[in-house]
């Protein structure tokens, strides 16, 4: 590519909190009536004050812990003023100079690739109302405001798309990985600020300029958006002209995205300190009761069962792309020795049974398939008990009715024939069934496939493929 | 806004009140101009003392890490709300912000 | 009516009187004293229902709280449920709260007759009650003065005796301010001990509700039923209660330190109020009390760090009144919503409110935050900790409340810093949010009240009573 981008994201989530951010209002509004969790502090009626939420706060910590962030001990609340009819206090009640974390990474594959992008700073905020446009109008619904949201702010870090939406991905699945919230995009628990110029490739330095695309919605959309500036941009810097620094925003899905008429001066925010909140001062014993708390992360998880199990890479991120699909994957082969059975579990989990799911959307929390029986199931497979066709049943049949996969082999006779005995009777009787083929066995390379194929047919799947071919074999006297 | 003098004008009065949203006609913004010098100039004063290593005080309380429980409490309901100038239904509504 | 809760409550349950009659009572008064303009707006209906539920409760024979079926007043300035709440400001003029604030909410569980809503200067701006939407207030002493402000409708009401106790909020002087200049007691607290919770917010960091009354007792008592630790305002002080009023001492003065800065007795301030303010502290030296010359910051400073902070918190506790969710609204209908709010608000903010966000926004934009906002917070530390200084050598100051006496109608109008001068000696006090109370010392010779004012360390409100309570029954 000609030009290199440089990227810097903001990301907005909604931390899962049952009450708002600074008062006690119920934060489950999505889809409720509008205006139905409103009070005087969050309708930003005169005299009414802020009391932040504990529980808001410290999500607000353990992201930033996970996220490698320095702790602020000392902490605050600042105003950030600015008007819009859906900030009904005139101003947002933010942070500015002491926000909670600051000066993390997080750690992102590429392709293999290992990268690292720099987090400037994690901080708490309020979320607005919500505004819709009907003709002329706006509809104003403040069950939105006051919600507590997280800002995670990165360095420019990001020089293309790939590492942009990796990023993206890994921070989603972090915040429901430590319960900070659902980030659920569709609901609007997630949104991204982009903030994207471009420079020559191989050129030092940061460009002379910067875009900034607000309000998007999702990771598809992120990457279109990327795209779309990329080439718009591009267009500017060909013809020897700079593109104008300003804020864009969308009207669509597409990623197409458009000037916002922003006067100039109108962003002097005139921050000063939350007068109505005292400040917020950790200790560290009380940190280190945060960071306990934190749980395996998909990209440790990921590097674990990479270097404990071989698994590879893209396998390993699809099962840690959930937290319920690592620990339902961690509990399957609490019993299992070998990698290479592990790795069996994994690659089923992902394929047959993920695709069982998918035709009925089901869950993975209540479906009849227990960990430990598809742990069973693979192991059985190993033990050659019965052979990978059978293995495919058993599945169908827990999936649909439960139970163990043992019980399950017994009751319906599934277990593989490698008896010879047994064995050289079917062989025998597909002999006999099948003279024409026999006659053609020095003729036709296939034919032994085609009778070990019968073999199998004859006995539902159940025969041992190998033992049945060196049986067959003999009987036939060939080599 | 930097870069204006303390030589309050009519310009920066403009600047300002749309910093803030209030509607100054012109031929009020010569008298905030004068008045806001005059309240500059007293400020001053505040160049004669010497606040270096001095930490700022914003709250005299003295408090620290009040926060609340996280729990749900009833609040308004919209219906009984008795400033309905703007609502129709359950919506605040004005005319549109223009983009 | 009487002068004090306690007589009231007295002949209440006496049953000398009824609540009804001492709400008649009020509201006769009240009306022999509409020229003064002492009321935004009465409460007649609201207070008359609670007057006979109290009047059946005692007639029921059940007991009753201190407080319960004696008329108060409030300052327009608290949210109280279903009354219009305007702040004295045109732009609230038909804001109807849709609840209560902490404080109201104590009183009228407490069984106050919240009778009416008092004058005040638009939005606390001001030192005179002059700066009203709604009209200036008259000075009951003269009527061609102001009564002082902001509170000047609440200290009208205790003054005329429409009610035995007020309720009003202090920024800088505007509890103290009023109470001399209409010759009554006015007390708040160190700022925390009452919930700010429902007061229209002027300045955050400096707001404090306090007490309007005619007597220290009354101010004790009617603040230990307002204050203690609310859910609802960080900002409180974390105890549960105070019990100043039970333990009022009489005789707290002898080797008492009190200390008078010499700012406060500078050539500034008028010779009859300096006078008498020397005579009070004089008696308190013979007996027992030990007077100390003190040396305080210039006020000066203090004037210009009030300013800027408060200037600053106004502004942006004023973005919040847009018209689009209460408040007024233009009828010019403006095409886009954010030029329909800077009309709305253009039309309906008095002078005051406009040029104060104006400085304010000025005092925080980039370029000028450090200039004004952060080295004002820098020397207010300075000021906090020169009292602290101050009150290792004494343990309470006195001093004049107002460098005047109350001045003439008019006086606001070609100064914009006329508040900030008549508060010279309340905003060193007001920016360290420390108990202050303003005591009647006498009149002047036009028959003009004069006040005296005790300031204590942070948390010594029971100290600052003390004294007062020793002035008013022993000196005074």
């Known amino acids: 590519m000609k030009y290199e981008t440089v990227i810097g994201l903001e990301v907005h989530i909604q931390a899962k909190t049952k009450s708002k951010m600074f008062c006690r209002c119920n934060a489950d509004y999505f889809g409720s009536e509008p205006n139905s969790f409103i009070c005087p502090v969050c309708l930003g009626l005169p005299g009414a004050l802020p009391v932040p939420n504990k529980l808001a706060i410290e999500k607000c910590v353990k992201l930033s812990l996970a996220l490698n962030c320095e702790i602020n001990k000392f902490s605050k609340f600042d105003r950030k003023n600015y008007f819009y009819p859906d900030l009904p206090k005139g101003y947002?009640?933010?942070?500015?100079?002491l926000p909670f974390g600051h000066d993390g990474y997080l750690e992102i594959d590429v392709d293999g690739d290992s990268r690292r992008i720099r987090i400037t700073r994690v901080h708490m905020e309020e979320d607005t109302g919500k505004s819709t446009h009907k003709?002329?109008?706006?509809?104003?619904?403040f069950n939105k405001s006051g919600i507590p949201l997280i800002e995670v702010v990165t360095e420019p870090d990001f020089t293309e798309v790939k590492e942009v939406t990796a990023f993206a991905k890994r921070l989603k699945q972090y915040v429901r990985y430590l319960d900070i919230g659902n980030a659920d995009m569709e609901k609007g628990q997630m949104r991204f600020e982009l903030n994207m110029s471009l420079k020559p490739a191989g050129s030092k330095g940061l460009p002379n300029y910067k875009v900034e695309v607000k309000n998007i919605g999702s990771i598809s959309v992120l990457?279109?958006?990327?795209?779309?500036?990329?080439?718009?941009?591009?267009?500017?810097l060909e013809k020897g002209e700079t593109p104008r620094q300003e804020t864009r925003?969308?009207?669509?899905?597409?990623?197409?995205?458009?000037?916002?008429?922003?006067?100039?001066g109108s962003s002097d925010y005139r921050y000063f300190p939350e007068p109505d909140i005292p400040p917020i001062v950790f200790s560290e014993a009380e940190i280190g009761q945060i960071k306990k708390t934190i749980t395996e992360l998909p990209d440790q998880k990921k590097s674990r069962y990479m270097a404990d199990f071989g698994l590879e890479g893209n396998l390993a991120e699809t099962i840690v792309s959930s937290k319920n699909k690592a620990e339902w994957f961690e509990q399957a082969i609490t019993k299992l020795n070998g990698n290479k059975e592990i790795v069996e579990v994994a690659k089923w989990l992902v394929g047959d049974l993920s695709a069982l799911m998918k035709a009925d959307k089901a869950k993975l929390s209540t479906i009849k398939i227990k960990p430990d029986d598809l742990g069973e199931l693979i192991s059985l497979m190993y033990q050659s008990k019965i052979s990978g066709t059978i293995a495919k049943q058993v599945l169908l049949k827990m999936y649909q009715g439960g139970g163990k996969p043992s019980e399950i082999i017994l009751d319906e006779k599934l277990e593989t024939i490698s008896d010879s005995d047994e064995l050289r009777d079917i062989v025998k009787k597909v002999i006999e069934l099948n003279q024409k083929v026999v006659a053609d066995i020095y003729k036709n390379p296939n034919a032994v496939k085609f009778l070990v194929g019968q073999v199998m047919r004859e006995t539902r799947g159940r025969a041992d493929p190998n033992k049945a071919e060196e049986i067959l074999r003999k009987e036939l006297n060939l080599v | 806004m930097a870069g204006m003098s303390k030589n309050i004008t009519d310009e920066d009065i403009s600047k300002i009140a749309d910093l803030i949203k209030i509607n100054i006609p012109k031929g009020s913004r010569g008298k905030y101009a004068t008045q806001l010098n005059t309240v500059l100039e007293a400020m001053d004063v505040l160049k004669e003392v010497d606040t270096k290593n001095i930490e700022p005080t914003s709250q005299t309380h003295g408090l620290v890490n009040i926060m609340a429980e996280d729990k749900v409490e009833s609040g308004l309901n919209i219906d009984d709300y008795k400033n309905r100038k703007n609502i129709q239904g359950r919506y605040f509504v004005v005319n549109k912000v223009i983009k | 009516m009487k002068k004090l809760i306690l007589e009231n409550h007295e002949d209440l349950i006496a049953k000398?009187?009824?609540?009804?009659?001492?709400?008649?009572?009020?509201?006769?008064?009240?009306?022999?004293?509409?020229k003064l303009n002492a009321f935004i707006s009465l409460l007649k209906d609201e207070s008359y229902n609670k007057a006979d539920e109290i009047d059946a409760k005692i007639t029921s024979g059940k007991a009753i709280n201190i407080l319960e079926g004696i008329p108060a007043a409030l300052k327009d300035i608290f949210n109280m449920t279903g009354t219009k709440t305007t702040a004295g400001s045109?732009?609230?003029?038909?804001?109807?709260?849709?609840?209560?604030?902490t404080v109201t909410e104590k009183l009228l569980s407490g069984g106050a007759v919240i009778m009416g809503k008092t004058n005040m200067d638009a939005f606390a701006h001001g030192s005179s009650t002059e700066t009203s939407d709604f009209g200036p207030a008259l000075n009951p002493y003269d009527n061609s003065r102001v009564p002082g402000g902001s509170s000047g409708g609440s200290a009208i009401a205790v003054a005329t005796g429409i009610v035995p106790y007020a309720i009003g909020?202090?920024?800088?002087?505007?509890?103290?301010?009023?109470?001399?200049?209409?010759?009554?007691?006015?007390?708040?607290g160190t700022f925390g001990r009452i919930s700010r919770y429902g007061i229209i917010a002027m300045g955050s960091s400096l707001d404090r509700a306090g007490v309007i009354a005619n007597s220290v007792y009354d101010c004790a008592l009617v603040a230990d039923i307002l204050g203690g630790m609310d859910e609802f305002d960080a900002t409180t002080i974390r105890e549960l209660k105070t019990e100043y009023a039970t333990h009022l001492n009489d005789n707290y003065v002898s080797g008492i330190r009190i200390g008078i800065p010499k700012q406060f007795l500078d050539s500034r301030i008028d010779k009859e109020v300096s006078e008498t303010s020397m005579k009070v502290i004089k008696s308190l030296e013979k007996l027992g009390a030990k007077i100390i010359e003190i040396d305080l910051m210039d006020p000066k400073y203090s004037i210009a760090v009030y300013t800027i902070i408060n200037r600053s918190e106004v502004s942006s506790n004023l973005a919040r009144i847009d018209g689009i969710r209460f408040g007024h609204d233009s009828s010019k209908t403006e095409e886009e919503i954010i030029n329909h709010i800077a009309l709305s608000r253009g039309e309906a903010f008095g002078n005051e409110a406009q040029q104060r966000s104006l400085t304010g926004a000025y005092s925080l934009s980039a370029g000028y935050y450090n200039e004004y906002y952060s080295k004002a917070s820098k020397v207010r530390t300075l000021i906090i900790n020169d009292f602290k200084k101050a009150f290792e050598k004494v343990d309470l100051i006195m001093g004049p409340t107002m460098p005047t006496v109350a001045p003439k109608l008019g006086v606001t109008k070609n100064n914009p810093l006329f508040g900030e001068l008549a508060d010279i000696l309340a905003e060193p006090s007001a920016l360290s949010g420390l108990p202050c109370i303003s005591i009647p010392a006498g009149l002047n010779s036009e028959g003009l009240p004069i006040g005296v004012q005790i300031i204590g360390p942070q948390f010594s409100e029971q100290k600052v009573l003390d004294l007062a309570y020793t002035c008013e029954r022993r000196v005074l």
């Open chain 1, 92 to 97: 947002q009640i933010s942070q500015f100079d």
């Open chain 1, 135 to 141: 003709g002329d109008k706006t509809l104003l619904d």
């Open chain 1, 223 to 236: 990457e279109k958006v990327i795209n779309f500036e990329y080439r718009r941009q591009a267009e500017f």
């Open chain 1, 249 to 264: 925003g969308l009207r669509d899905m597409t990623g197409v995205t458009w000037s916002q008429r922003i006067k100039e």
């Open chain 3, 16 to 34: 000398r009187v009824t609540a009804r009659d001492l709400l008649d009572d009020s509201f006769a008064i009240a009306d022999e004293n509409k």
């Open chain 3, 90 to 101: 045109k732009i609230l003029e038909n804001y109807i709260s849709p609840y209560n604030a």
């Open chain 3, 169 to 188: 909020t202090e920024t800088a002087g505007s509890i103290r301010g009023p109470a001399a200049w209409c010759g009554v007691y006015g007390f708040a």
